[in-house]
């Protein structure tokens, strides 16, 4: 596998496993923020997936209409279903990268961008790390237990022995 897909491949399954550990706590945990973080646990995760999904539609040729607001928040297996089609969305657009040419059109705070593929899957990359580790600190924070989402941990589990 390419390093590319491989570093998708690590940034589904940390989503995964994240919304996997979100289901064995309490819907307080699901609640719980803190001061320099997107919001709350569930509304963060669900901003990470909406995000990828806008960033996927760009990439697909199918950009999004512009958010009228806040991304909504949504269940656990509404995001669980969410995150298994973009898994699948993922690697089509990964399998033809070199193909695309996106330009994001201008909008208020920013100017039309060209060439702008890159800066998409780059984007994807970094946000789903920033917002899993914002999630992760404020559990930790609230006094709950973090998943490992490290690169290490998805190596080892990727590579386990059946």
Known sequence: MDPLSEAFQHHTWATEKLIR????????????????????????????????????????????????????????????????????RWRVVLSRVGELDVTLPARGDRPELPHATNLLVVQALHHGNDHRTQICTVLSASGYEAPDLDVWSYWMDRRREP
């Open 21 to 88: 550990h979100l289901r064995g706590l309490p819907e307080a945990a699901l609640n719980a923020t803190g001061a320099g973080v997107y919001g709350e646990v569930l509304a963060t995760l669900s901003h990470l997936l909406a995000a990828d999904g806008r960033y996927l539609g760009h990439l697909e040729g199918t950009p999004p209409p512009p958010r009228p607001g806040p991304d909504p928040t949504r269940s656990l297996d509404e995001l669980a279903d969410q995150l298994r089609d973009q898994a699948v």
